[in-house]
């Protein structure tokens, strides 16, 4: 059993910076892919960010540039720097882990509210 638990959103300016946490609670962390998803009201749930057990990381074109996916697997934590944060980044950010194998379900977290003002 796996359970994520988000922190460090909250509201900021538009140009500023917030770092996202995602803790894993079970066993094998780093045989986990790791993603951070967002979605806004009215919208669709949406991959911002991934990192694999290897270190391979991927972004949405809308993200790239500007925010940071991290994994520290000693801690079994990933991360999620975001910088030159823009209204439109505003919305509910969920961690989400699945085995690298795809043997296995999904785990998500509860979410972590961000919020960017103009």
């Known amino acids: 059993q796996v359970q994520l638990v988000e922190s460090g959103g909250g509201l900021v300016q538009a140009g500023g910076s917030l770092r996202l946490s995602c803790i894993f609670y079970g066993s094998s962390f780093s045989t986990y892919v790791m993603e951070w998803h967002r979605q806004a009201p009215g919208k669709q749930r949406e991959l911002v960010a991934s990192?694999?057990?290897?270190?391979?990381?991927t972004y949405a074109d809308s993200v790239k540039g500007r925010f940071t996916i991290s994994r520290d697997n000693a801690e079994s934590t990933v991360y999620l720097q975001m910088n030159s944060l823009k209204p439109e980044d505003s919305g509910v950010y969920y961690c989400?882990?699945?085995?690298?194998?795809?043997?296995?379900?999904?785990?998500w977290g509860q979410g972590t509210q961000v919020t960017v003002s103009s």
């Open positions: 990192v694999t057990s290897g270190i391979t990381t």
């Open positions: 989400k882990a699945y085995p690298y194998d795809l043997y296995g379900p999904d785990y």
